[in-house]
């Protein structure tokens, strides 16, 4: 389209998707994704012209939009399918969340801060993404009512795994969270069969701290 404000960020989005690549995220379907999501589109527009950096971004309230290069290793260890159904903690800008909708049936997607809530929300309708559910509170209680879930996907460092995400994972469910301190974590894969449930630790990451019931406290977050 002539004029399109958003065709000025397609070359850019090309040399984002080449740095994933350079991470060693292979998956061609994977790195397809990241071409059909505008990811402008999910920040505030002062920061538009980070938007295709390989880094995260800040999103106000303290809050940033992770590292793509990080989602892409999410989406490539989690490999959502057209049926699963996912639980995101953390909607933040609602980038991920949208990644996730265009591979799972359904994403529930629950965020502390009402105004990031808002804001991903029309960012999601604006792109005519229809099977995402969002919802503001504390994630760390999970989002019983439409367990159980697949996968699950915390954006946020808890100190340990709620047990209501063990709980609200399905039987074959994967889950990855970073487990650590409020400032360096490992990113642990939770698997659920039947009733045996396996961790299996993977990279070192940084991610803002899960707050709430059932993680880090408030006060000081
Ligand atoms: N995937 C998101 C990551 C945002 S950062 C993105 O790329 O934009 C993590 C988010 O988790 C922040 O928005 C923060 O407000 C939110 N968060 C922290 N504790 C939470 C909790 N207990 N429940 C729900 N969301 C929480």
Redesign the pocket.
């Known amino acids: 389209m002539i004029g399109d404000p958003d065709a000025q960020f397609i070359g850019r989005r090309r040399a984002l998707i080449e740095k994933i690549r350079e991470q060693g995220i292979l998956d061609l379907e994977l790195l397809q994704l990241f071409d059909e999501v505008p990811r402008h589109r999910?920040l505030p527009e002062g920061v538009w012209n980070r938007a295709y950096e390989d880094a995260?971004v800040p999103?106000g309230?303290r809050?940033?939009?992770?590292q793509p290069s990080l989602?892409a290793r999410y989406l490539e260890v989690l490999a959502p399918t057209r049926d699963d159904t996912v639980l995101?903690?953390?909607?933040?800008?609602?980038?991920?969340?949208a990644l996730l909708s265009r591979r799972a049936d359904r994403v529930y997607s629950?965020?502390?801060?009402r105004e990031?809530s808002v804001r991903?929300r029309a960012a999601l309708d604006e792109l005519e993404i229809r099977n995402v559910a969002c919802m503001v509170?504390?994630?760390?209680i999970g989002w019983r009512k439409y367990a159980p879930f697949d996968v699950i996907v915390v954006?946020?460092a808890a100190p340990k795994v709620p047990q209501a995400y063990i709980d609200q994972l399905a039987d074959g469910g994967r889950m990855l969270i970073p487990v650590g301190t409020r400032d360096s974590q490992r990113l642990m894969l939770i698997r659920k069969e039947g009733f045996a449930v396996t961790e299996e630790p993977l990279d070192d990451v940084t991610?803002?701290?899960?707050?709430?019931k059932f993680?880090f406290t408030e006060d000081d977050?």
């Open positions: 999910f995260p999103i309230y809050q940033t939009a992770s989602q995101e903690i953390g909607t933040g800008s609602g980038y991920l969340t629950v965020e502390r801060v990031l991903a509170g504390d994630g760390t954006s946020a991610f803002v701290p899960l707050l709430g993680a977050g």
